[in-house]
């Protein structure tokens, strides 16, 4: 029978092995599915594009499509999954036709030759986004980032890149072995039983009011917000562009029939919001494949076969959303007027002064909420901001934040300029971005990690800078985006607090129910601008997650609720998405990082340390194996001096030390930045970057912690400014033989870029009028290029006492924070715990202990093995290509590129 299916193909497949290559793939049938997916995919996107925008227009917007506008894919990203729907569509295709004829199930990649798989590797653009770009042609290879990251790894150029796929740390598990949800099929059992709904759990395990939030009693909603911030550096997975389905073209909100993408969320009996029956579900959309993952079944690199989702942004702590994680975005945020490589503002508003992110160019406008949210038919709506990261605008504490880092760079860009006025605009962006990356690498590592993974896994994995290397994937994992990463929607308020110049509340701009932050730039607009909200985050404290209070309504009932539609479930959403990427269940990672797998309610109460929460989780589980990853992991009682469970703080540590370590401009790495630059660098504060922009005058020293007697209010003044004068350089014009600033130390880690690297070629000096700094506020207390690296010390200090305890050295992180958790005990760390990198972890956990003090512990027989993360091996470690290097251009096949390219680089109008 196959052999026949094989005669039928071949009348139209065979002649492609004689013919020659070109443009047209030789198999007339392969030619005609390719055409009439296309077609199918690009009327789903102009359907649904047209849909949303006709959506947005009559304000008709419901929290599903603010959720997936939000992930709709841009520019390169976009390339990347319209690519793969071509070619998933392609193949669908010629899978029905050739099963209709023989009623046989095969694959049909089986039944292409090597070469047609080519050809259809090009003409849907896949293969332009597996091959490797060169290096040779990057400017500035060794001293600045690519948007992109491409370069980053210079054997293995991609690594780490944008729109790549996650790494996968464990293989995916789906309904079907390839592609399907886990739980598609509701009768499908899984270690005997069948996955209960997510909505289920959530209605039964993560519900909480407002009234049972426990306060923080150590860390700010700044450490919140703060950990969505940084996620907003490191991923963000795109949805398909299409509302409807492909194959029937079924509307995903008008329908809860599971078909891709549509991926609907059922509500269970009895639910208290939401009515229940067959046709009620909440609408969600499948994150888009990864070129030839799935169904399409051509191999391009990891798992064969198993679907694999797409980051779209870079993997190293660079802040892309500042700075746009695209080149054709990060051209778009500069200020094209300027020659001082400025980042663009709001040419319409300003903040007591201060600089605003620039509007979204896009006519439609979602940010148009203050008429529905205020009920005031005449306000002024404002459109979205615009930022490196496109949820910029999803809370107005994040919009605040975006604006912070955004002011910082064109303060020091300002700053740079005056020191040397000889630099161009490419230059002192590039430098103040430079510097801006290693603040945030300063803030995740000394600030922000300990207060999340604790001191034992800070020690254990996150430690002493071991250097750069090169073979470390540096590679976002699916579950770290999927589910670790989103431990911190646990911790948030329901409420965005707005405080005065003294920290309190004040009934003139009062405090916002978060469900009426979310995309409301015009709060930030009208309502006092961003200082009233950064003093919020930092003289507020974070939710505390407990096992009892979950998470708030804000974001399980009224998530992105603008009209009186359904509100989404962000509880749900997270478990639905762990479901459509084949995550494994809560025991298998819990066996990746060495820690014990609970097998009945007795364990799992143990681990948990909670009967009654593990009552109820295999009430609807059944198997602690079950548990979706997401779920198990939030429900974990907290490491010491953390604010994850010992499966979070290992998966996070691990991500880390990933990012840390496979990051080639990792700000410790050698000759990257000079020794003065790094000293200087390390006595940056969260505070003295919030006193350096904002009309702030009183801060506690550390943002994250919470005000006490340990942590006072002080002056601006009294906080530690980065010194800038490490970044002096001598190089004042082409005649002159010197080095520019940060190579000091040779960039000798290299290997084969043997780039003819001029030293910042030496710029025309610019007129000296360089110095007339346009509008910063405060100028006038900048001090002038600074003589000495002391000389910043700032001399009136009236309140001696609270002397910043800004931690001076790198290493500080070893522990900075908690003098009072009792004393740590110095413990069995083995000895080689620090070095670690990542040796062959194979060998035993040791397996749960059987001593009677077992129980003060329950779970973590950790002791001191390093739960190793398997390098996964598939990963992208590039397939063979071996003509890979004379790749120069992304050649992009004819065909594939005729959406209509908007000027701005914004591709499509779409909404976010
Ligand atoms: C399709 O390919 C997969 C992976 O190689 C294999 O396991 C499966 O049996 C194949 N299916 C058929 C019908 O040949
Ligand atoms: C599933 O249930 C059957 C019958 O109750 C039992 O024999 C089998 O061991 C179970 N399998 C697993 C993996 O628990
Ligand atoms: C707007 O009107 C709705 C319904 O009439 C009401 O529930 C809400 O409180 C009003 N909001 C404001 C800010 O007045
Ligand atoms: C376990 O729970 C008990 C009571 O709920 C609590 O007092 C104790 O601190 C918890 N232990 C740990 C390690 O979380």
Not at 5 to 16: E, F, H, K, S
Not at 294 to 317: D, V
Not at 382 to 391: E, K, L, M, T
Not at 805 to 814: C, D, E, K
Request: glycine share 6%; charged share 20%; aromatic share 6%.
């Amino acid at each position: 029978m196959l052999l026949s299916a094989l005669l039928v193909l071949g009348v139209c497949l065979i002649p492609a092995h004689s013919k020659p290559a070109g443009e047209q793939l030789g198999s007339p049938l392969l030619q005609t599915c390719f055409e009439e997916a296309k077609k199918i995919v690009d009327d789903a996107y102009k359907y649904s594009r047209e849909e949303s925008l006709r959506r947005v227009r009559k304000e008709v917007v419901r929290p599903q499509d603010a959720l997936r506008l939000l992930k709709q894919p841009r520019g390169g990203t976009r390339s990347a999954v319209r690519s793969a729907d071509y070619m998933a569509q392609t193949l669908r295709l010629l899978q029905e036709r050739v099963h209709h004829v023989h009623k046989r199930s095969f694959n049909v990649t089986d039944l292409l030759s090597e070469e047609d798989l080519n050809k259809l590797s090009e003409i849907t653009g896949c293969a332009s986004q597996v091959t490797f770009p060169s290096c040779r042609t990057t400017p500035n290879l060794n001293r600045y980032r690519t948007a992109t990251s491409v370069c980053n790894n210079i054997k293995n150029p991609r690594l780490g890149s944008s729109n790549t796929p996650f790494a996968r740390w464990l293989p995916a598990e789906y309904d079907d072995a390839i592609s399907q949800p886990k739980g598609w099929d509701i009768t499908r059992r899984f270690n005997n039983f069948s996955l209960p709904l997510v909505r289920q759990v959530s209605n039964n395990i993560l519900s909480t009011t407002d009234a049972g939030v426990v306060n923080d009693r150590e860390y700010t909603h700044m450490v919140t917000m703060f950990g969505q911030w940084n996620d907003h550096d490191l991923t963000i997975t795109p949805f398909s562009p299409s509302i409807r389905s492909f194959s029937n073209g079924i509307n995903c909100d008008e329908s809860c029939e599971k078909t891709e993408p549509c991926i609907p969320i059922p509500i269970p009996p009895g639910d208290p919001r939401l009515p229940t029956g067959r046709n009620s579900c909440i609408p969600a959309f499948r994150s888009a494949p990864v070129c030839g993952s799935g169904y399409s079944a051509y191999n391009f690199g990891g798992e064969p076969k198993k679907r694999e989702q797409i980051n779209a942004l870079t993997a190293f702590l660079d802040l892309g959303q500042v700075y746009g994680s695209e080149e054709q975005l990060a051209k778009y945020l500069r200020d094209p007027d300027s020659d001082g490589g400025l980042l663009r503002v709001n040419t319409e508003f300003r903040d007591n002064r201060r600089e605003l992110l620039p509007f979204h160019p896009m006519q439609a406008n979602m940010c148009a909420t203050r008429r529905r949210v205020t009920n005031d038919t005449n306000a002024r709506e404002v459109p979205c901001f615009i930022a490196g990261d496109v949820r910029v605008d999803e809370n107005i504490a994040l919009t605040s934040i975006h604006t912070l880092f955004m002011r910082e760079h064109n303060r020091l860009a300002r700053q740079l300029k005056r020191i040397n006025p000889q630099w161009d605009s490419e230059m002192l962006y590039q430098e103040a971005r430079k510097i801006m990356g290693a603040y945030t690498q300063l803030f995740v590592f000394r600030d922000y990690l300990p207060h999340i993974v604790g001191p034992e896994a800070m020690r254990r994995q996150l430690g002493r800078y071991p250097g750069y290397n090169a073979n470390v994937d540096p590679g976002i994992a699916n579950v770290f985006a999927t589910a670790a990463y989103r431990f911190a929607h646990l911790a948030i308020q329901p409420v965005v607090f707005r405080l005065d110049d003294n920290y309190r509340e004040n009934s003139r701009l009062p405090s916002v129910p978060l469900y009426e932050a979310f995309f409301t730039p015009w709060r930030v607009v009208f309502e006092g601008g961003i200082d009233p909200v950064l003093r919020g985050l930092v003289g507020r404290p974070a939710k505390l997650n407990t096992q009892d209070h979950m998470m708030v309504d804000a974001l399980r009932e009224r998530l992105f609720q603008f009209v009186m539609t359904l509100a989404l479930d962000l509880g749900s959403l997270n478990m639905q998405r762990g479901r459509d990427h084949g995550l494994p269940g809560y025991n298998a990672w819990r066996k990746l990082c060495g820690l014990s797998q609970p097998g009945n309610q007795r364990e799992l109460a143990q681990v948990l340390n909670n009967t009654n929460l593990a009552r109820k989780l295999l009430q609807l589980y059944g198997t602690p194996a079950n548990i979706d990853v997401w779920m198990g992991g939030v429900a974990e009682p907290f490491v010491r001096g953390g604010r994850v469970g010992p499966l979070f703080a290992c998966l996070i540590a691990s991500q880390f030390q990933r990012i840390r370590q496979g990051d080639r401009l990792w700000y410790e790495n050698q000759g990257v930045f000079s020794p003065a630059q790094r000293a200087a660098l390390s006595t940056s504060t969260i505070s003295r970057i919030i006193c350096d922009n904002t009309g702030i005058s009183s801060i506690p020293t550390d943002a994250f912690s919470v005000i006490s007697n340990r942590n006072r209010l002080v002056r601006c003044s009294s906080i530690r400014r980065l010194n800038l004068f490490a970044w002096r350089d001598r190089c004042r014009g082409p005649g002159d033989n010197c080095r520019g600033v940060g190579e000091e130390e040779a960039v000798n880690n290299l290997e084969e870029t043997q780039e003819p690297r001029e030293p910042q070629e030496p710029q025309e000096p610019k007129s000296p009028q360089a110095h007339q700094e346009p509008q910063e506020p405060q100028v006038s207390q900048e001090p002038q290029v600074p003589q000495s690296p002391q000389a910043h010390q700032e001399p009136q200090e009236p309140q001696v006492s609270q002397e910043p305890q800004v931690p001076q050295s790198p290493q500080a992180h070893q522990e900075p924070q908690e003098p009072q958790v009792s004393q740590e005990p110095q413990v069995p760390q083995s000895p080689q715990a620090h070095q670690e990198p990542q040796e062959p972890q194979v060998s035993q956990e040791p397996q749960v202990p059987q001593s009677p003090q077992a129980h003060q512990e329950p779970q973590e027989p950790q002791v001191s093995q390093e739960p190793q993360i398997p390098q996964s091996p598939q990963a992208h470690q590039e397939p063979q290509e071996p003509q890979v290097s004379q790749e120069p251009q992304i050649p992009q096949s004819a065909q594939v590129h005729q959406e209509p390219q908007d000027v701005r680089g914004l591709q499509d109008n779409e909404i976010h």
